[in-house]
Structure formats: C-alpha cells, structure tokens
C-alpha cells in the first residue's frame, strides 16, 4: 500500500514550482506529448525538419499542455536528433504550453543555453523552452549500454548539469528508465528505482517520470516501483509520472492503474511512435489516443481534444511511411468512415424519395 501521499515540507518548499492535485484538479490527468523526441528517435525514416516542426504545431492545437521538443544529443548516436537546435529555434511557441528537450550531459546543456542566450537581448522573442529533462536508469546494465557509465557515475554527472540549469533558470525533470525490467538482466529491483527517484528529487528535479522502457511491466509491477519511489523519496505520489511502452500490450493496464494510485502525469506518444535503440525488441510509447480515450472514458479530463489527436496520429503516421500503431486512433478512424457509408446512403434514399 502506498506511504502518506502527503509531501514533507522541506520537499515541497523545494519544489514549490510542481503543480499537485487538489480537490479542484484531482480528476486532471496532464499528457507530456513525447513523440517529437521519445517517438522520433528511434524510427528508422529521418524526419524532415519541418515535419517536425509541423508535428510540434499540430500537437498544440490538440490542447496538450506539454510537448518534448527534442533532444540536444550528439548526431552521431541520435541521428534522428541532430536538428533539435533548429526545431526548437523554428518551431511556433505558444505561451500556455511547455517545450521541454532532453539533455543527457553538460555538453547539452551548454549547446542549449546557447541558443537561448540568443534570446536574452531580443525582448520581444519569447525563449522556446524553459525546461530540460535529465536521465538515468535503475538497472547497471542498462546505464553502461545507454551512458557509458555506472548508475553512480550517471547521477554524479546529472547533479552537475541539473545544478547548472537550475541556477540559470531552468526548471528540470528526471527520466528513470528500465523500471520494470531491463533488456539485460531482466526483473529490476524496485527498491533500486527508490534510490534513483530519491537522487533525482534531491538534484532538484520537480517531477519524475518512472519508465517501462521494454513495456515488460504489468500493474503490480510498476505499483511496486511507485511506492518504492514513494517511500524512499518520502514525496507525494503527484511527483511521478507514467511513462509505458506496450511491448506486451500491458501499457494502457498499467497507466490506468497507476492514475487510480494517484499518478496525474502520463507520458505518451501521438500514434504510438518510438521505441529505444538500447532495448532489443523494444516497440513504441503507449499511444496518447488510447491514453486520452481510455481516461476520459473513465471521467477524468486531460484537456485535448481526442479527434485531433487520431487526425494527427494518422497523419505522422504517414509522414514517416509506416502504420499506425494506435489502436485507438485506428478503431476511431474505421467508426467514422462508417458512419460517413451509412449518412451517404441515407442522403442517397432521401434525394431518390
């Protein structure tokens, strides 16, 4: 059973920028939009940069609040990221939204306020993002395959750039990948996910994202990671989020009973997109039309607009030449073309009467 969901004060005086549930907001489930970077990184296809950017457009008009932009990673491990400072420099902000990018070193952060320094002297550019995401894992061998380094080493190097980015401005989230089964050594000790969370909140990370990177967990499973997050953090549940993949069409299960445990943040990825280059057999993020349906379904409000979110999903799909991998998305899709049949062969009767 979950600890007090209540936070400690010295945390929340921390943290004071997170946003918690309350009895007003307790049925709001905010989607962190992952698939311009957690989506596009691992697709085979290079995107065009202005496809990117299109995608990024689009998914602000589908209400989601938030939307990972890209990743400031070298090109040489991430091709598929090697124009993030030109997304992020291009693409249209809007001020209701936020644009976070992933930076996985000191070097990333540095090729980032770079950019943004540009804004710094032209008062009527608002800056792109004002958020990094940072990660790490809660398996050895995983961290090795993923970082080059031990899981010490890793948070070591994390507190350094999360330092950096606080003291100039920047608010920070923390990834933790592999938290219910690495590609390696398999299951993965939940009281190692604890110790992970518990160093990332202590960096000054506001939220973090707690990642079924193999889609290998099941509800009991990453209820297991929660609470050892929960007890080893001694935080409100509301400082994680669900970030599944549905390798083993268990993602959808464990985002829901995740949100019934309290979760209020879900990452998820327009048209299932992506994957991990360092997770062998690995498919895509849960799909966020599968995610927004299935919440709404259950009374609670994500704030976007389902139907934009299948037109989008569609849409990306294509860009990239392959299929959609929404259910959701797909079963909507076939639904309104069969009511369009059925009101084309009404009218069709009507105009011969």
Known sequence: MLRSLARSVPLAAKHSKRTLATDANRKFVKIVEVSPRDGLQNEKTIVPTATKIELIRRLAETGVPVIEAGSFVSPKWV???????????????????????????????EALQKLLAEYKDASKRVPPTDEIAIFTAASESFCKANTNCTIAESLDRLSDVASRAISSGLKVRGYISVVAGCPYEGKVDAEAVGRVSKALLDMGCYEISLG???????????????????????????????????????????????????????????????????????????????????LHREGYDTGTDLDKLVDLGDWISAQIGRSNASNAGRAILAQRKIRAESAAKQAAKGAKL
């Open 79 to 109: 091709p598929q990221m090697g124009d993030t400072p030109q997304v992020v420099a291009q693409m249209p902000v809007h001020p209701s939204i936020s644009y976070p990018v992933l930076v996985p070193n000191m070097r990333g952060l």
């Open 212 to 294: 079924d990177t193999i889609g290998a967990g099941t509800p009991t499973i990453v209820e297991a990671a929660l609470n050892s997050s929960v007890k080893h953090t001694n935080a409100s549940v509301h400082f994680f989020a669900a970030h599944c993949h549905d390798t083993m069409n268990t993602g959808l299960a464990n985002v829901l009973h995740l949100v019934r445990l309290g979760v209020r943040t879900v990452d998820a990825a327009v048209g299932g997109l992506g994957g991990c280059p360092y997770s062998p057999g690995a498919t895509g993020n849960i799909d966020t039309e599968s995610v927004v349906f299935a």
